[in-house]
């Protein structure tokens, strides 16, 4: 496979998790190849089941019995570190492995997200701080751990629209203002779910 340094990826070494699901996924590994990069796969998939373009793209594979094994991940990554050096990335581009791909970040000090990192990029309330830091205005927002703090907030703010973000509530749109019931309030509460699946909490120009 032709290999061009243009975009300085010769010779770099990177660990592709999970390099065959989704199998769209297989593209990137495909052109990290055609830069130049040796792209190590490492997943739970037999060899064999594998396309032959992927094949043709990876430069090595580790066949793990289950990528949520965290120990034989750091076996597949010692491997490859012993076997072409200093690893430059691990990627999947797939939020799933977004934690694990950290930790072994962390492990192995590879640039990229570390576990230090993934509150900011996870958690919204994180978020709302690092935007307010920057100066950017968000809006206002507490993290609810029971239905006193969410009607406390509720009642603070008056008339806004709520949304519900996981646990995080944050008031948008008043020209669509609506109030939580205490019924709703402890449904929510105790479900966690987000409001607008709630038929008590219509759009108001909706039916």
Same mark, same amino acid.
């Given at each position: 496979m032709p290999r061009s340094s243009s975009f300085g990826c010769?010779?770099?070494n990177i660990i592709f998790v999970s390099p065959n699901f989704p199998p769209n996924?297989?593209?990137f590994c495909i052109h990290l190849?055609?830069?130049g990069a040796n792209v190590l796969g490492l997943s739970d998939q037999p060899y064999d089941t594998l396309t032959n373009e992927l094949r043709a793209a990876l430069t090595e594979y580790y066949l793990v019995p289950d990528?949520? %094994?965290y120990d034989e991940l750091?076996?597949?990554v010692g491997f490859f570190t012993h076997r072409y050096g200093k690893i430059d990335r691990i990627e999947?581009? %797939?939020e799933h492995w977004l934690e694990t791909e950290a930790r072994l970040r962390t492990d192995f000090n590879v640039p990229g997200?570390?576990?230090a990192d993934l509150p900011a990029i996870k958690r919204k309330s994180e978020m709302k701080r690092m935007f307010a830091a920057a100066g950017v205005e968000t809006a206002r927002a507490i993290t609810a751990d029971d239905a006193?703090?969410?009607?406390?907030f509720a009642a603070g703010r008056q008339a806004r629209h709520w949304c519900w973000c996981n646990t995080h509530l944050c008031d948008r749109q008043p020209e669509r203002a609506r109030r939580f019931s205490a019924a709703t309030i402890q449904r929510l509460s105790a479900r966690r779910i987000r409001p607008r699946h709630d038929p008590d909490l219509r759009r108001p120009d909706r039916p």
């Open positions: 010769t010779d770099m996924y297989e593209r190849r055609a830069l990528l949520h %094994n750091l076996r597949g999947s581009l %797939n997200f570390r576990l006193e703090q969410v009607r406390a």
